[in-house]
């Protein structure tokens, strides 16, 4: 059974976590003024990059990880929630424009980059992503596969950056999108999720045969009741993410300053 104290240091996940937090730590204080020249020095972004890198690590190797991968669908759930809304917004926010502008702007990157870092690709490979590995083969394969899962775990906060691109983007050189294109960016993500929210809710059998044997940490949560659960997170937590962000567009769409009538 689960041991709440156990968490588990997976050495690839640690190693990869303590690296990108090293990167930071010399990119944003010894090297920013050779990096960029007078460019200011980043607390408030430097908090919520290392937030995001504990919250990662929370997420990934916590007892959460193994209540996800062995009991409950639920849980395995908010992991990639946590993956793909806190973890991914908090890494977007705290890169400062100069710091993604010195890693981005080179020649060979920008035509694949503007590929990548826009809102058709954006939310086009977050949805593909995200749905493909819901299907019950290839969740099931993960789930019998740590290092297939960790890849699992990796696409999800891949695909959740790009995702979050177009809305977040520290970048001058590819920056964020019109409010416009983002209102309907955030619209179309809902619409796309509550298909995936629909098809886990309203399946009327257990899609993943490891949660439908595993033993019961919750007598109150059979298999089919704990795969709802797992519909309901994803449909309430995407709702009020990506309605509030709509919700906050519109907002600041209506609050535009009005061009003069010659400039129109």
Not at 136 to 143: D, H, I, V
Not at 177 to 190: P, S
Not at 191 to 220: E, I, K
Not at 231 to 246: K, Q, R, T
């Amino acid at each position: 059974m689960i041991c709440w104290s156990d968490w588990h240091r997976e050495p690839l996940i640690v190693y990869a976590l303590v690296f990108a937090g090293w990167l930071y730590a010399i990119a944003a204080w010894p090297l920013r003024q050779v990096l960029a020249p007078g460019s200011p020095s980043c607390p408030r972004e430097a908090v919520r990059f290392y937030a995001a890198l504990a919250l990662c690590w929370a997420a990934v190797s916590s007892p959460l990880d193994q209540v996800g991968r062995v009991f409950l669908f639920s849980a395995g759930m908010a992991q990639h929630l946590i993956l793909i809304y806190p973890v991914a917004v908090l890494l977007l926010r705290g890169v400062p424009p100069w710091m993604a502008d010195w890693a981005l702007d080179r020649p060979a990157l920008r035509r694949p980059l503007r590929w990548v870092l826009n809102p058709v690709a954006g939310v086009g490979l977050f949805i593909l992503v995200v749905g493909l590995w819901h299907l019950p083969r290839l969740y099931e394969s993960a789930l019998q596969d740590v290092r297939l899962q960790q890849v699992e775990n990796l696409m999800f906060l891949a695909v959740a950056l790009l995702f979050w691109w177009p809305l977040l983007s520290p970048s001058r050189v590819f920056p964020r999108a019109g409010l416009g294109i983002q209102a309907l960016y955030l619209g179309f993500a809902q619409v796309s999720l509550t298909a995936l929210f629909t098809y886990l809710f309203m399946a009327d059998h257990a899609l993943y045969p490891t949660y439908q044997y595993a033993p019961r940490l919750v007598d109150v949560l059979p298999p089919l009741e704990d795969q709802r659960l797992a519909g309901i997170l994803l449909g309430v937590v995407s709702s009020l993410v990506l309605v509030g962000g709509l919700g906050a567009t519109f907002f600041k769409w209506a609050h535009l300053p009005e061009q003069p009538q010659s400039q129109r």
